[in-house]
């Protein structure tokens, strides 16, 4: 079965730079969510899209935006990083009308020196 | 607000022994509960689910029963395997709309032969 694709898997980045990452959700699935998980924390919710449209927001920063996609992939655009954005990026996926289960894909790990 | 409380490890055990790991919630409403597994070095798997009170959650040897008079999701094996260890997450999300998960700080399983 499809799963929810994450691109890249690694990325490495210099303070004050920006970065774009990428989710593909599982096919016919019509909510992303993007969700931050520091060192040894748990997976902190960030912000979500239903149907193209921003439908809730977490702790995501000023300095992070994100959108969905016509195709429904959805991006989050990192700018001016931070050390303290060393992260794993998780994009989940869900299927409003039905499931309540998000899916989650293998993340990205970002690394900001 | 919603929370998820669940023991702090790290839990070590001998290859066949009992496994609980206890998660209690606070939510408002009646949310749906779920165990998410990480692996090391990998994405957030879905282990199980149960969305509403008495309901028993079970998948590869691992159950966990909804207990809305407790406010408990209780993690149980009764024989763990090497393979087992892992980061294992308690969630919660309440369920209207596409609400995003909210997640205790997991409890890392290790199991030794």
């Known amino acids: 079965a499809a799963g929810v694709i994450q691109s890249p898997r690694h990325l490495i980045k210099e303070k004050r730079e920006t970065a774009t990452l990428k989710c593909y959700p599982i096919p016919r699935h019509d909510t992303v969510y993007w969700y931050q998980q520091g060192p040894g924390q748990d997976p902190q919710f960030l912000i979500s899209?239903?149907?193209?449209?921003?439908?809730d927001k977490g702790s995501i920063p000023d300095r992070f935006s994100a959108q969905q996609f016509s195709d429904y992939h959805s991006e989050l655009n990192m700018s001016s990083l931070e050390l303290g954005d060393s992260a794993l990026y998780f994009c989940a996926s869900s299927l409003i009308a039905g499931q309540e289960t998000q899916y989650f894909g293998p993340g990205t790990r970002l690394l900001v020196l | 607000g919603n929370s998820v409380t669940q023991m702090e490890g790290p839990v070590t055990l001998s290859e066949e022994a009992f496994l609980t790991i206890n998660c209690t919630y606070t939510a408002t409403g009646y949310p749906s509960l779920f165990w998410y597994v990480q692996y090391p070095g990998e994405g957030l798997q879905l282990l199980l689910k149960?969305?509403?009170?008495?309901d028993k959650g079970s998948n590869k040897g691992f159950e966990a029963t909804y207990r809305k008079e407790t406010t408990s999701f209780h993690l149980e094996k009764g024989s763990v395997q090497v393979s087992d260890s892992a980061v294992y997450f308690c969630a919660l999300r309440v369920l209207w709309g596409n609400t995003p998960l909210v997640f205790g700080k997991g409890t890392r399983l290790s199991v030794i032969a």
């Open positions: 149960a969305t509403k009170a008495d």
């Open positions: 899209f239903y149907e193209k449209m921003q439908s």
